[in-house]
């Protein structure tokens, strides 16, 4: 990592009103973090999506990850921006499913989108920003039991956050539990995008992978948020 850009929210470089800063340490240590709780659950994913798709949601999403970790790792990103750019392009690359385009342009647009230094406005702003483009890549909407049905929720969260005033931490937080919650409330759904659609009926009744692994996903933001 390159030490000479800090490590994390600095408390000290706060910008933008709205509390400590987030630099491209921080969204490493996202990533590395995302890496982790997917590493560890890729069994439990990969068994959410044998009941209503292929069987390789975890798999695919664990591979893409490591690469991006990897990738971190030979060569430091320099700026957020560039980190979300770079995680986002090697998700396109390197996961063969449906989910690596997908979650690979929530990322990329993110880096596109986001403002330095990196405010929880900022990152807020980014996100959401990262979801659209999901939403136009994929065609999806709240409730077609997708990865969106978590997303949406934990980008609504972080706006709902912001305007009441509330720090990053706790922020991070309540997206994360957001996306939990849509996440389970995919359960009921019937698909109407994606592999799990072929289904239809029967594809209710179980959590849809890519909504679980989004929920993952916020959870490890809300770790690293939490850790500085
Ligand atoms: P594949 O379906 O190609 O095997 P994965 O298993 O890695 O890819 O990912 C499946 C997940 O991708 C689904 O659970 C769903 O959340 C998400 N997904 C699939 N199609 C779409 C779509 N059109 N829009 C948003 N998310 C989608
Ligand atoms: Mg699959």
Redesign the pocket.
């Known amino acids: 990592m390159d030490s000479g850009r800090g490590t994390g929210m600095d408390a000290g470089r706060s910008a933008g009103g709205d509390g400590p800063v987030m630099d491209a340490g921080f969204f490493v240590a996202w990533f590395e973090e995302a890496a982790r709780l997917v590493r560890r659950d890729h069994e439990r994913?990969t068994a959410?999506?044998a009941a209503?798709?292929?069987?390789?949601?975890g798999a695919?999403?664990d591979r893409g990850l490591s690469e991006v970790v990897a990738a971190f790792a030979g060569s430091p990103p320099g700026s957020p921006g560039q980190a979300l750019t770079a995680a986002g392009a090697t998700l396109i690359r390197k996961?063969?499913?449906?989910?690596?385009p997908?979650y690979g342009s929530v990322f990329r647009q993110m880096g596109r989108t986001i403002e330095e230094p990196v405010t929880l406005a900022r990152f807020a702003a980014a996100f959401e920003a990262g979801v659209v483009a999901?939403?136009r890549?994929?065609?999806?909407a709240l409730g077609?039991?997708?990865?969106?049905?978590?997303l949406v929720p934990a980008s609504r969260a972080l706006a709902l956050a912001l305007r009441d005033g509330v720090g990053a931490r706790e922020a991070f937080a309540l997206a994360a539990r957001a996306a939990a919650e849509g996440a389970e409330a995919?359960i009921p759904l019937q698909?109407r995008?994606?592999?799990?659609?072929y289904l239809g009926e029967r594809s209710a009744g179980h959590e849809?992978?890519?909504?679980?692994?989004?929920a993952l996903l916020m959870s490890a933001l809300a770790t690293v948020a939490a850790a500085r």
């Open positions: 994913l959410l999506d209503i798709g292929d069987a390789d949601h695919n999403l996961v063969g499913g449906a989910s690596g997908l999901l939403e890549l994929g065609k999806a077609d039991k997708t990865m969106v049905d978590a995919t698909a995008k994606g592999r799990a659609s849809d992978p890519g909504a679980a692994s989004s």
